[in-house]
């Protein structure tokens, strides 16, 4: 799973959660969905403000990303860890170490027993120039942070195995 920080205005401060929940789900329009646990203070804040953003931290900010799921806004102030900046809305703080930073508004909320799953529109993308390859975001480049579950051990990217939509081309032939 990639590792993501949820950005968020608690009590008027900048707030980060850690989210491994989290995945694109439409192209048109542009939609992510992720699962966030009701004793969250992220998640009372983004069905209270509607807007959020999705911070992408790099494999070398491990520490800071594990930090923000380990302790709550609801009884630690978060909001001086990073460098923030902002886009669109004042409620969707983002990180100005993380290569990658999406705005989201929500679109549609599912309410489950532990988690509500957040459906929102991707609103505007922030990509760190020297993250770009020919004007698109270099992974390689971004070198994102991914958990995986049940050993909870974090990575690193590893090495690109082929390409979508042309990998399996050859098992095509004949047919
Ligand atoms: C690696 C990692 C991944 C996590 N992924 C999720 C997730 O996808 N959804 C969720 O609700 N909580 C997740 N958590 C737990 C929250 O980050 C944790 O509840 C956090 O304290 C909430 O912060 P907040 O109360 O300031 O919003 C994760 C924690 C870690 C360490």
């Not at 923030?84 to 993380?98: D, E, H, N, T």
């Amino acid at each position: 799973m990639p590792v993501t920080l949820i950005g968020s205005l608690v009590n008027g401060r900048p707030n980060f959660m850690t989210v491994a929940f989290i995945s694109r789900v439409c192209l048109d329009p542009p939609l992510v969905s992720t699962g966030l646990n009701k004793r969250s203070a992220t998640r009372e804040a983004v069905l209270k403000n509607r807007v959020f953003s999705v911070n992408f931290p790099t494999a070398a900010m491990v520490k800071e990303a594990d930090y923000c799921g380990l302790v709550s806004a609801n009884n630690t102030d978060k909001s001086m860890l990073f460098e923030v900046f902002y886009g669109k809305s004042p409620a969707a703080p983002m990180i100005q170490r993380c290569p990658l930073c999406l705005e989201c508004t929500v679109l549609e909320t599912h309410d489950f027993n532990s988690h509500s799953c957040i459906i929102a529109e991707i609103t505007a993308a922030h990509v760190d120039e020297c993250c770009l390859t020919g004007r698109k975001p270099d992974p390689k480049k971004i070198n994102p942070l991914l958990l995986t579950i049940p050993d909870n051990r974090y990575w690193a990217l590893g090495e690109s195995v082929g390409y979508a939509w042309s990998a399996g081309k050859e098992l095509m032939k004949g047919k």
